[in-house]
């Protein structure tokens, strides 16, 4: 399961676009990038997976380099409601687990 | 189907006593898991199942810990002799397996207090 890196904490305003970076140094060639949303009292949400170059979805882009070193979870257009805790996972879809770590803490401010 | 269902979401409790949860999964999924989570860290992996099979236990859960998916559907998760540092919320997780463990749907949660 390789270790991913991400900041402690992040502050944006609505209306802009936030981006969070994930360092993942140790990646294997097998490894998929995921990220998982938690709102306060509820559990995570899945919300983006990807391998390389970039994801888009409904929720967020996910942007990954070609040495995969690395991957960015964009935000379009934040609203108060994004406000939440941000994963980032790296692991092979043959794992049978997944360990999280503190994640994100993304606050909002209007 | 409307997702991972947990029951009850909240209990308080004294100390010494026995707690029990459950968690529904999505009807189609084999995999199971539960975690723990308290104020400002992750989810913390307890076990999971597949199908009926319990398969991985954490080191967190200790001998006051049990669980159990008894028809490969539902699944039960007991705390005997509570301690205040039981105190957290216990979350259910349910996925396919050809998925994979990355893309886990998650119930809302038991928040469990321990007086």
């Known amino acids: 399961l390789a270790k991913t890196t991400q900041p402690i904490s992040m502050d944006s305003y609505e209306g802009q676009e936030v981006n969070i970076t994930c360092s993942h140094n140790?990646?294997?060639?097998?490894?998929?990038i995921t990220w998982y949303q938690q709102f306060p009292s509820q559990g995570p949400r899945f919300i983006i997976q990807?391998?390389?170059t970039k994801v888009t979805n409904e929720v967020a882009s996910l942007f990954i380099p070609a040495d995969r070193k690395s991957s960015t979870l964009s935000l379009p257009r934040v609203s108060l409601s994004d406000t939440a805790v941000y994963y980032c996972l790296v692991g092979d879809k043959r794992d049978d687990k997944i360990i999280f770590g503190k994640g994100t803490r993304l606050h909002i401010l209007p | 189907d409307t997702g991972v269902s947990q029951d009850p979401r909240h209990k308080i409790t004294k100390r010494g006593q026995n707690v029990t949860f459950r968690c529904d999964p999505i009807?189609?999924?084999?995999?199971l898991y539960w975690y723990r989570q308290t104020l400002g860290q992750g989810p913390e992996f307890l076990t999971y199942f597949q199908n009926e099979a319990q398969l991985e236990k954490s080191r967190l859960l200790s001998d006051r810990f049990s669980a159990e998916r008894p028809k490969g559907s539902f699944s039960t998760l007991e705390i005997q002799r509570t301690e205040q540092g039981d105190s957290a919320m216990y979350l259910c997780?349910?996925?396919?397996?050809?998925?994979?463990?990355?893309?886990?749907?998650f119930g809302p949660g038991t928040r469990l207090t321990v007086t």
């Open positions: 140790n990646i294997a060639t097998n490894d998929y």
């Open positions: 990807g391998y390389k």
């Open positions: 009807s189609e999924h084999n995999r």
């Open positions: 997780a349910s996925s396919l397996e050809l998925a994979g463990a990355y893309e886990q749907y």
